[in-house]
C-alpha cells in the first residue's frame, strides 16, 4: 500500500515560481519511479516530469527549462520546482508513483497561473 499526498499548490502570477512536493508512505520507496502530471480543464492528463529509481529524468517540451524535478529517497518526497510559469502551465498537478506496473496517484493540487 502507497499513499502520496501533494503540497505547494496555489495562485502565482505569469513569471512567478511555486514549488510542488509529494510526501509518500510505503516500504518501496526508493525503488519507484515518480513523476508529476497534470490536467486542465477539458484537456486530458499529460506527463510534466518523471524521475526513475535510478535518477534518470523527463520532461515534457513544454515545460524543459522551466520545472526541475527532483526525489529525495531519505524522506520519501519527490519535488517540482516550476519557474518562469505561464498561464498554460494552470492545472492539477498529480503526484505518481510506480512500482512493479502498479499506478498509486496522489489527490492533486491546484496551480493557477494568473497573467
Known amino acids: 500500500q502507497v499513499q502520496l499526498v501533494e503540497s505547494g499548490g496555489g495562485l502565482v502570477q505569469a513569471g512567478g515560481s511555486l514549488r510542488l512536493s509529494c510526501a509518500a508512505s510505503?516500504?518501496?520507496?526508493?525503488?519507484?519511479?515518480l513523476g508529476w502530471y497534470r490536467q486542465a480543464p477539458g484537456k486530458q492528463r499529460e506527463m510534466v516530469a518523471i524521475i526513475t529509481s535510478s535518477g534518470n529524468t523527463n520532461y515534457a517540451d513544454s515545460v524543459k527549462g522551466r520545472f526541475t524535478i527532483s526525489r529525495d529517497n531519505a524522506n520519501k518526497t519527490v519535488s517540482l520546482q516550476m519557474n518562469s510559469l505561464k498561464s498554460e502551465d494552470t492545472a492539477v498537478y498529480y503526484c505518481?508513483?510506480?512500482?512493479?506496473?502498479?499506478?498509486?496517484w496522489g489527490q492533486g493540487t491546484q496551480v493557477t497561473v494568473s497573467s
Open positions: 510505503g516500504r518501496f520507496f526508493s525503488g519507484a519511479n
Open positions: 505518481q508513483a510506480t512500482r512493479w506496473g502498479q499506478e498509486y
